[in-house]
């Protein structure tokens, strides 16, 4: 008899390790569900991110060429007789190994004079202009 009760109590103990080890594996297969629903929650969060980040860059895309086709409206391809007078022209510079300097008053006084935009002020009329 007292066989059968070390037996009864070797089960016993064996079940209560069973029952031990299940829990804990439960546990531990609870925290990885957590963790693979933080996972797609964030999976999700990142896609929805994504997916405004893609629909700005589309509305920036569409505002770029509205924006080229504004600025298109001021190019025509001219050049205007005014540059050519605002700018001043240029002049060779001397090299390293060029002895020879010439006078600040001599390149000022080669320069081409600017030409001033002659305004009629008696008119009113700004068709012409």
């Known amino acids: 008899m007292q066989r059968v009760g070390t037996a009864i109590q070797r089960v016993t103990d064996i079940m ?11 546990r531990g297969i609870e925290q990885v569900n957590q963790a693979i629903s933080q996972m797609d929650e964030v999976t999700q969060q990142n896609a929805a991110l994504v997916e405004e980040a893609a629909a700005a860059a589309g509305s920036m895309e569409d505002q770029a060429k509205q924006l080229t086709a504004a ?47 002659v305004v009629d002020t ?8």
């Open 71 to 117: 600025v298109d409206v001021f190019r025509t391809g001219r050049t205007f007789a005014i540059e050519a007078t605002i700018r001043a022209p240029q002049t060779a510079k001397p090299t390293i190994g060029n002895k020879r300097r010439t006078s600040t008053r001599a390149l000022k006084s080669s320069a081409a004079p600017r030409k001033a935009a």
């Open 122 to 129: 008696a008119d009113g009329d700004w068709s012409t202009f």
């Open 16 to 26: 209560g390790e069973i029952a031990s080890a299940s829990n804990e594996q439960s």
